[in-house]
């Protein structure tokens, strides 16, 4: 076994200058053939857009294209971390549709080593028109729905205008500018939400600002029918001649929707100093006999109608 280690290590030390320099010489071969071998790499490079002073595009241009870049291997492989720029320079041209061919155009940040085979987009075909400045009213927009039972009474924005710059083509027929959506969705009472403005591409707003969208919420009302509703009468010695009645409800869904028909009830009150055998209660306030809705709801339930309106008593016979 030992003599099979020395053998080897003989031959892996023999010669040793010569196999280095073998090496060595492989490694600069693989180098020249990379340093020469051409490849084909795809990057983006940014545009930048320069137009006449006092005017804009009508739609807003693209920010970014691709390129195909060809060159040697080593160069190529330094692209990505490159910042690619194009000028495209048309302070020359007038108001109207003006073509622009990319494919032609330089490409900074690029080595000269390296060459662009092609642009995409190639062509454009964009539209120049004047750059108008213009107040238009500012229209509040919401999103949702409120609560089941609810309604949006009013919406309002504050401020109601806004100051817009952009191609005069967009804005000259422009009525109003829609605020950002607010989120309505759910909601039982008034609520102020702080929203931006929902500007289409192509306009800008000339001051940074927010807007606030006040939504004014309220319940819904309805009217809700209750029949064979109980008459209680509450004086001892005393029974109604009709023992049911009909009645209206009304006030806000929420509430009058939660109303039981087990609950409602109709309560007869008679004064202990009443004479006489007979007697008719009223739900008007005051002296005399009278009768009370009992509902089981909050103030904002009333009472539209009770049928009959009059409650007729008798007293009951002594035992």
Known sequence: MNDRFAAFRFRLSDNLGYKAASLLFAVLVWIGVQSQ???????????????PEGMTFVEPPIEVVTLTIEGVQALVRTVPQRTLTMDV???????????????QRPVSGLPDQLNVTSVSP????????????????VAPA????????????????????AELEGAATLLRSMESVPSGEADIGGLRDDQDVEVGLGLRKGLSATKAGRYVVHVDVEPIII?????FVAVVVESAGWTPVTPAVSLVLTGPQEEVNAVGADVVRVVVTVPVERTGNTAEARR??????RYEVVHGAGEAVRVVSVEPATLKLVRTPSP
């Open 37 to 51: 071998h051409r490849v084909e790499e795809r990057a983006r490079a940014t545009v930048r857009w320069a137009v």
């Open 89 to 103: 320079d048309l302070t020359k041209a007038t108001a109207g549709d003006v073509s622009i061919d990319l494919g």
């Open 122 to 137: 190639a062509q454009l075909r964009l539209t120049l028109d004047r750059l108008l400045k213009r107040r238009v009213p």
């Open 142 to 161: 919401t999103v949702g729905k409120v609560a089941e039972g609810y309604r949006v009474a009013a919406v309002t924005v504050t401020p109601d205008r």
């Open 223 to 227: 009217e809700r029918r209750f029949d």
């Open 284 to 289: 008007s306030r005051g002296e005399g006999v």
